[in-house]
């Protein structure tokens, strides 16, 4: 009887009844006897000098069992660029002076949470405070102050990419753009705030458990940071309430309670205040871009020179991979001919800005899409025929960054318009209605090897055993995008087991096979689901060999693991049950077991990813005119993901990056005032709830990739970015209004609207 496949097909998640039920542990969910609780003093100050700090009162209080500061730790910087050492720049515990408000300068341990929050206030701090650098300008300004002494002019990094012509791009071009766009700082609003639990052995090895996406990450960097050698370091990762990017990095709570824990010899654990996390958690790079684009009088693009400064705070963080994507995607998508990019990422006192959903691509495709909107209008085309006569094809190549392969990019365009009458709604919306486009491309994977590993990019072992059953190990990381499921489906998949037969152990360093880099850049389904195959692969040429010996046959490729069988292809009697083909192997070996360790790492290291992503949003709004108001109606999304191996996971990743989007658009804004976040609170900091969603129509179009695992890519990061732009098109599409700045509020269009009462009613724009 033939079994049901597990690719392609919608499965349920395998950690949703753990979910549901509320028995899946997070990391402030565990408990150890003895364990003490810890808590950081943050810096008040954005820009200090530390003359002394007093721990004397604190350390008296009852029930406080250490207090710590940069003096009792040892003094190894860090950070997850360890390709280029200048850039780590990180202490655990400010040395010498702090950088933003919120910069931690002491960790303490007592018996209970409430104790440890009362002794911070007992810690004294003798700061001498120094000026303040909050935006780009001050801080690369001739004679500012060096918030890292060794950084002239505040700027830690740059990159540069130049290619083509473009003087004589921009010589040819009929219309030029040139435009100035600046991007806010945003929170991840994960819903679990970062947790760290550490606990010492009578040798002094460490155990953490952590709220992390990249479990090896934190294994190696913390092994550094204690002199300790990596494997006297073991990560745990248990249920993570959401990443986005915002747990890839060692951090000071992971550091304080591995030290602690060894200095006391019990278990302590850190939990951050959702305050801690607005204020003084990763955030999305601010950014200012500006961006000149030159085109043909009928709309062919000539050239495109981006320069952009990153706001990274007081740390480098991941400012690097963002300087370094931002350039790279503004060449993507399009095909032009000329590129020149400049990028620049400056140090202010403003919190440190690190990775985050769609990393560099929401920031790069904003300012694109709007271009390209804006020379739709000023050119007379419509913004989908722009786009189609622009659009990137299988086989376009952008020198050391990109060869496209397979690219649905055209077939998205269609699909969208074809979806949302486009041609008809643009021309014959009512005022105060808007529809506007936008697009995006995106990385699957990534091939540079920022954190200077040795080990594979990712990695998988398969233990099969006598019964049927089969163990998965892996680095991988899932932080609720359902990676665990589609990992079992694609090892299910190609033994021809049922899901159900499957049983994955995750993200832990001691127990999994080294090499897994975590869970960012879309990477985990394409890049462990390649390491699987290469595993199963190892597998099957094992069974095929015993069944080939039993049924007297040599031909070892006519043989297919199928509907919990290893059989020869078309001859269904000639067929041995999986775990007893496990067995056979087992017997010829004397009893050693069938394990096999698959790997992948990119073969083309001289480009950023193996592959790419491509898509197109269209969005509807409503504005009132009278407050200004915009209310998005709904959604329609085009994805070109490959072949989707759980389609219902898709279109919830999907879902997802749009109500992301749509924060990023309309509601979501850091306030900040000299240092300071106003609004740290969910009261205050509004992501969009399930009542402010639109409707959502999406679809996968494309056919499957070569380079992935059952022909997947990207599917879970690249249709957070053109939500934004579609919205802000849809927005002047109503009003008007043209937004070069996020999120666009109900007082910006009010404010145009009563100068602009009229604008965009005769609907100027026509296909």
């Given at each position: 009887?033939?079994?049901?496949?597990?690719?392609?097909?919608?499965?349920?998640?395998?950690?949703?009844?753990?979910?549901?039920?509320?028995?899946?542990?997070?990391?402030?969910?565990?408990?150890?006897?003895?364990?003490?609780?810890?808590?950081?003093?943050?810096?008040?100050?954005?820009?200090?000098?530390?003359?002394?700090?007093?721990?004397?009162?604190?350390?008296?209080?009852?029930?406080?069992?250490?207090?710590?500061?940069?003096?009792?730790?040892?003094?190894?910087?860090?950070?997850?660029?360890?390709?280029?050492?200048?850039?780590?720049?990180?202490?655990?515990?400010?040395?010498?002076?702090?950088?933003?408000?919120?910069?931690?300068?002491?960790?303490?341990?007592?018996?209970?949470?409430?104790?440890?929050?009362?002794?911070?206030?007992?810690?004294?701090?003798?700061?001498?405070?120094?000026?303040?650098?909050?935006?780009?300008?001050?801080?690369?300004?001739?004679?500012?102050?060096?918030?890292?002494?060794?950084?002239?002019?505040?700027?830690?990094?740059?990159?540069?990419?130049?290619?083509?012509?473009?003087?004589?791009?921009?010589?040819?071009?009929?219309?030029?753009?040139?435009?100035?766009?600046?991007?806010?700082?945003?929170?991840?609003?994960?819903?679990?705030?970062?947790?760290?639990?550490?606990?010492?052995?009578?040798?002094?090895?460490?155990?953490?458990?952590?709220?992390?996406?990249?479990?090896?990450?934190?294994?190696?960097?913390?092994?550094?940071?204690?002199?300790?050698r990596e494997n006297e370091v073991r990560v745990i990762k248990p249920y993570v309430g959401g990443g986005f990017g915002g747990k890839m990095e060692l951090r000071s709570w992971d550091v304080c309670a591995a030290f602690l824990a060894r200095l006391l010899g019990k278990p302590v654990k850190f939990t951050q205040t959702r305050d801690e996390e607005i204020c003084a958690g990763r955030r999305r790079h601010p950014m200012r871009l500006r961006s000149r684009v030159g085109f043909t009088k009928d709309g062919l693009l000539l050239a495109k020179e981006l320069i952009v400064h990153l706001d990274g705070g007081?740390?480098?963080?991941?400012?690097?991979?963002?300087?370094?994507?931002?350039?790279?995607?503004?060449?993507?998508?399009?095909?032009?001919?000329?590129?020149?990019?400049?990028?620049?990422?400056?140090?202010?006192?403003?919190?440190?800005?690190?990775?985050?959903?769609?990393?560099?691509?929401?920031?790069?495709?904003?300012?694109?899409?709007?271009?390209?909107?804006?020379?739709?209008?000023?050119?007379?085309?419509?913004?989908?025929?722009?786009?189609?006569?622009?659009?990137?094809?299988?086989?376009?190549?952008?020198?050391?960054?990109?060869?496209?392969?397979?690219?649905?990019?055209?077939?998205?365009?269609?699909?969208?318009?074809?979806?949302?009458?486009?041609?008809?709604?643009?021309?014959?919306?009512?005022?105060?209605?808007?529809?506007?486009?936008?697009?995006?491309?995106?990385?699957?994977?990534?091939?540079?090897?920022?954190?200077?590993?040795?080990?594979?990019?990712?990695?998988?072992?398969?233990?099969?055993?006598?019964?049927?059953?089969?163990?998965?190990?892996?680095?991988?990381?899932?932080?609720?995008?359902?990676?665990?499921?589609?990992?079992?489906?694609?090892?299910?998949?190609?033994?021809?087991?049922?899901?159900?037969?499957?049983?994955?152990?995750?993200?832990?360093?001691?127990?999994?096979?080294?090499?897994?880099?975590?869970?960012?850049?879309?990477?985990?389904?394409?890049?462990?689901?390649?390491?699987?195959?290469?595993?199963?692969?190892?597998?099957?040429?094992?069974?095929?060999?015993?069944?080939?010996?039993?049924?007297?046959?040599?031909?070892?490729?006519?043989?297919?693991?199928?509907?919990?069988?290893?059989?020869?292809?078309?001859?269904?009697?000639?067929?041995?049950?999986?775990?007893?083909?496990?067995?056979?192997?087992?017997?010829?070996?004397?009893?050693?077991?069938?394990?096999?360790?698959?790997?992948?790492?990119?073969?083309?290291?001289?480009?950023?990813?193996?592959?790419?992503?491509?898509?197109?949003?269209?969005?509807?709004?409503?504005?009132?005119?009278?407050?200004?108001?915009?209310?998005?109606?709904?959604?329609?999304?085009?994805?070109?993901?490959?072949?989707?191996?759980?389609?219902?996971?898709?279109?919830g990743q999907v879902e997802g990056c749009v109500q992301m989007g749509l924060g990023y658009a309309l509601t979501e804004e850091l306030v900040m005032r000299q240092g300071r976040t106003l609004n740290a609170s969910f009261l205050d900091y509004k992501i969009p709830g399930a009542l402010d969603m639109p409707g959502i129509d999406s679809v996968c179009v494309g056919g499957p990739e070569p380079k992935g695992p059952f022909g997947a890519k990207e599917s879970g990061e690249g249709p957070v970015s053109p939500t934004a732009p579609a919205i802000a098109e849809a927005v002047w599409h109503a009003t008007g209004?043209?937004?070069?700045?996020?999120?666009?509020?109900?007082?910006?269009?009010?404010?145009?609207?009563?100068?602009?009462?009229?604008?965009?009613?005769?609907?100027?724009?026509?296909?």
């Open positions: 009887m033939s079994q049901k496949p597990c690719i392609g097909v919608n499965v349920p998640r395998v950690d949703a009844w753990d979910k549901a039920t509320g028995t899946a542990q997070y990391t402030d969910d565990l408990s150890l006897p003895g364990m003490l609780h810890g808590a950081l003093k943050r810096s008040p100050l954005p820009h200090a000098r530390i003359r002394a700090i007093d721990t004397s009162r604190a350390r008296a209080l009852p029930g406080v069992k250490a207090v710590i500061t940069s003096a009792d730790l040892p003094r190894v910087r860090y950070g997850n660029w360890r390709f280029s050492p200048n850039t780590q720049d990180e202490y655990a515990l400010a040395v010498d002076k702090v950088r933003f408000v919120g910069d931690p300068v002491a960790a303490v341990a007592a018996v209970d949470r409430d104790t440890a929050i009362e002794a911070l206030d007992l810690i004294q701090v003798d700061f001498e405070e120094l000026p303040g650098l909050f935006d780009l300008d001050a801080a690369m300004a001739e004679g500012a102050p060096r918030i890292h002494e060794e950084t002239a002019g505040n700027v830690s990094v740059t990159r540069e990419i130049d290619y083509g012509d473009l003087a004589a791009g921009f010589a040819r071009a009929d219309y030029v753009r040139d435009d100035v766009y600046l991007m806010p700082p945003v929170s991840h609003a994960y819903l679990e705030p970062c947790s760290s639990l550490a606990q010492a052995d009578s040798l002094g090895r460490i155990t953490l458990w952590t709220s992390t996406q990249t479990p090896y990450i934190v294994q190696c960097l913390l092994a550094s940071v204690l002199g300790l007081a740390y480098n963080s991941m400012g690097p991979t963002a300087t370094f994507l931002v350039g790279n995607l503004g060449a993507m998508l399009y095909r032009y001919p000329a590129y020149r990019y400049r990028g620049f990422h400056v140090y202010t006192n403003n919190p440190p800005a690190g990775a985050m959903r769609g990393f560099g691509a929401p920031q790069a495709f904003f300012v694109a899409e709007g271009q390209m909107n804006e020379a739709s209008a000023d050119l007379g085309i419509d913004p989908i025929d722009i786009r189609l006569k622009n659009a990137m094809h299988p086989g376009d190549k952008i020198r050391g960054f990109a060869t496209i392969g397979s690219c649905a990019f055209t077939e998205c365009l269609e699909r969208v318009a074809e979806m949302s009458e486009w041609r008809r709604q643009r021309r014959e919306m009512r005022p105060g209605r808007g529809i506007g486009v936008g697009c995006y491309s995106f990385v699957t994977g990534g091939n540079f090897n920022w954190f200077d590993t040795k080990y594979p990019f990712s990695a998988a072992e398969v233990r099969a055993y006598a019964d049927g059953a089969v163990h998965l190990l892996t680095m991988a990381a899932d932080i609720g995008q359902g990676s665990d499921t589609v990992l079992q489906q694609i090892l299910a998949e190609d033994l021809g087991l049922r899901l159900a037969d499957v049983t994955l152990y995750a993200a832990d360093t001691s127990l999994s096979p080294k090499g897994d880099l975590g869970t960012w850049a879309s990477r985990v389904t394409f890049m462990v689901g390649n390491a699987i195959l290469d595993a199963t692969r190892q597998i099957k040429e094992e069974l095929f060999k015993v069944v080939a010996l039993k049924f007297d046959t040599n031909v070892v490729h006519s043989f297919e693991c199928k509907d919990g069988m290893v059989r020869v292809k078309g001859r269904p009697e000639k067929a041995v049950p999986f775990g007893e083909a496990v067995a056979m192997v087992q017997s010829l070996r004397r009893g050693e077991p069938l394990i096999a360790r698959g790997s992948y790492t990119p073969r083309d290291m001289g480009l950023v990813a193996p592959t790419y992503s491509f898509g197109a949003q269209v969005a509807e709004v409503e504005v009132d005119r009278d407050t200004g108001r915009v209310r998005v109606t709904r959604i329609h999304t085009a994805h070109d993901c490959g072949r989707p191996l759980n389609p219902q996971a898709v279109e209004y043209r937004a070069r700045r996020l999120p666009i509020t109900a007082e910006q269009v009010l404010r145009h609207l009563e100068t602009n009462p009229t604008a965009n009613d005769d609907r100027r724009v026509k296909p």
